[in-house]
Structures are given as C-alpha cells and as structure tokens.
C-alpha cells in the first residue's frame, strides 16, 4: 500500500507509527517534538523539534489489505485510527477527538 522507511527512521508520530514528517531535525533532538516553553516572565520560548503527529494514512502503511481464499472468495479489510479525548491533546491540534495511537480494524468487504 505504501512506501515503509527503515526501523530506525525517526519519521514516527508519538507512539511509533510512521507519519512521513519531512522536518529536518537530525541527531539526539530527531524524535523531540516542536514545542513553546515559557520561561519565568512568561514569554514563550519556541522549540523546534520533529513533528510527531499521527497521520492516518501512512499508519496503514504494512497493513494486511486483503485474503484470496483458495475457494475463490476475498476479504477485504479496511482501518481506522483510534481517537481519544482526554483533556490534554499531545497533537496540539483544536479538534475534540484526536486521532491518534495506531489503527483499529473497521470494516470487512
């Protein structure tokens, strides 16, 4: 279905699944994410870092797509990304439900 970068490849969102971030962060800082600090007088400190934002697409990157029976018949199998809502959004996105934490099976065909 898709194009899978190497094990080692820091184009990951926050729990693992590839997310092609095209961010150019290398080194010890490749898997921290962007982020605003504040320091003591309140202004904000912004820090570059990876994007570490899910993205649904590229998660099913691998996924088993479908099964060809030897009776002839097939599956199908499609996904969807699991959502949470937990008060506190690590994608700093402004949506209610993030989509986030792997892919959950949807549907048969």
């Not at 998660?59 to 002839?72: A, E, N």
């Not at 949470?84 to 949506?95: A, E, I, Q, V």
């Amino acid at each position: 279905m898709g194009y899978l970068p190497p094990k080692d490849s820091p184009q990951i969102d926050f729990w693992g699944f590839y997310n092609n971030s095209s961010n150019p962060v290398t080194g010890y800082g490749a898997l921290i994410p962007s982020m605003l600090l504040y320091n003591t007088n309140g202004h904000q400190l912004p820090m570059p870092g990876r994007d570490r934002t899910p993205n649904a697409e590229c998660m099913q990157h691998g996924m088993l797509q479908s099964i060809k029976y030897p009776t002839g018949g097939t599956s199908q199998f499609t996904y969807e990304p699991h959502e949470f809502n937990n008060g506190f959004n690590l994608c700093y996105k402004d949506t209610t439900l993030t989509e986030t934490v792997g892919l959950r099976y949807d549907e048969t065909v």
